[in-house]
């Protein structure tokens, strides 16, 4: 009898040997690229939970062509998997993934509000997850079979696997010119710009300049005034075109407020019959003036430039033609403005000097721009 239990007992023993000795083998071999190592933490430690949690886990993982197997780092694994969760409620669960090339991913998972008998199945589902948005965030996404199931691969496909297109920066600074031509002159200006885009698409900007130009006053003659100014200005802008880095095309409209200094030029004759030309002040003003135009921009950086194209409308009433200046000789004699009296032979037409607020134009405009932030 005693021959017969050392038997029995030697058999068992040699079983459980080969058993253990058929599972750490299945633990340590993975194919190579297939890999993910699987630490599962519970508190307190309970073997038969543990148990099935790995189960339910491993399933998931093998939908995905993944062998869950132990391996250290460097040792060609794709990812580590740590689940640590307390016990019997299994909430909050920490989920945590991370390869060697030093990705991580962390989630706190709520499962208190399922059934008991659902939240293996939710933690497992989670850390699948976690562990495709990883996988799919770096470069070893790569070595991830083309053998998952067709409705898998669709998902991951709608999830926005390729790369993120670089997005146009928040708030930016820039210098721009541009030249203008009215219905009879023409002016140009200098500005100092800031930029900034509150919405992807939307933009508003803010204009600070100067402004000179000319204005033909007496078409007969070639009499022409002159202004100088300042002006303020704000547009709002919608890009046309996917936000981007690169090219793009945005529709643009806005206000500008312009103090305007005028000069106007005459031409004046003496009694003797010669004549000179005479330079007098005009006053200023305030004029306004609506735009409405295009910008074609490229970013490359942090730099961009935009050449823009606007209708300017005026919105500041056309003033009155005002007569040109009078002189005295010495002996008390006036001199005249030519074109302010009748002259045979001569028709002369006379218009009052008009500022950028007055008259309908258009105009040409350059700016170059440099990023404050580091969006996209």
């Not at 340590?28 to 690229?33: L, Q």
């Not at 016990?87 to 509000?113: C, F, M, N």
């Not at 306004?288 to 910008?295: D, F, K």
Request: charged share 20%.
């Amino acid at each position: 009898m005693m021959h017969c239990k050392q038997a029995l007992l030697g058999s068992c023993g040699a079983c459980s040997v080969v058993l253990s000795m058929a599972t750490a083998h299945a633990q340590t071999v993975c194919r190579t690229g297939h890999g993910v190592d699987l630490a599962i933490e519970l508190e307190p430690a309970e073997v038969t939970a543990r148990e099935k949690l790995e189960q339910r886990l491993s399933a998931e993982l093998r939908a995905r062509d993944l062998d869950v197997c132990a391996l250290g780092p460097g040792q060609g694994r794709l990812a580590h998997v740590h689940v640590r969760a307390p016990l019997p409620a299994l909430s909050p669960t920490r989920l945590r993934v991370d390869t060697d090339a030093g990705a991580v991913l962390e989630r706190h998972l709520d499962v208190s509000a399922l059934p008991p008998e659902a939240r293996l199945s939710a933690i497992a589902s989670a850390a699948d997850e976690l562990l495709s948005s990883l996988l799919q965030s770096t470069a070893t996404s790569a070595a991830r079979p083309a053998t998952a199931p067709a409705d898998r691969v669709a998902r991951e496909a709608g999830s926005g696997s390729a790369q993120p297109v670089a997005q146009l920066p928040s708030l930016e600074l820039g210098l721009g010119g541009g030249a203008a031509l009215f219905q009879h002159g023409q002016g140009y200006q200098g500005e100092l710009l800031g930029r900034w885009r509150p919405l992807s698409r939307w933009s508003a900007t803010v204009r600070v300049g100067a402004d000179r130009g000319s204005s033909e006053i007496n078409s007969s003659f070639d009499l022409k005034g002159r202004f100088t100014g300042w002006h303020v200005g704000l547009d709002a802008g919608f890009e046309l075109l996917k936000p981007a880095r690169g090219f793009g095309l945005s529709a643009q409209a806005g206000l500008t407020l312009a103090r305007v200094q005028r000069t106007e030029e005459w031409l004046v004759a003496n009694p003797e019959g010669s004549s000179q030309t005479s330079f007098s002040p005009a006053g200023s003003s305030w004029e306004v003036a609506s735009r409405v135009g295009m910008e074609a921009s490229w970013h490359a950086g942090s730099w961009g430039a935009a050449l823009g194209l606007a209708a300017l409308l005026p919105l500041t009433a056309t003033r009155q033609s005002t007569p040109g200046p009078t002189m005295t000789n010495d002996n008390g004699q006036f001199y005249a403005l030519i074109a302010a009296g009748p002259i045979p032979g001569i028709s002369a037409v006379e218009r009052p000097l008009s500022g950028p607020g007055e008259e309908l134009g258009g105009e040409l405009s350059l700016r170059l721009w440099i990023a404050l932030d580091s969006s996209g």
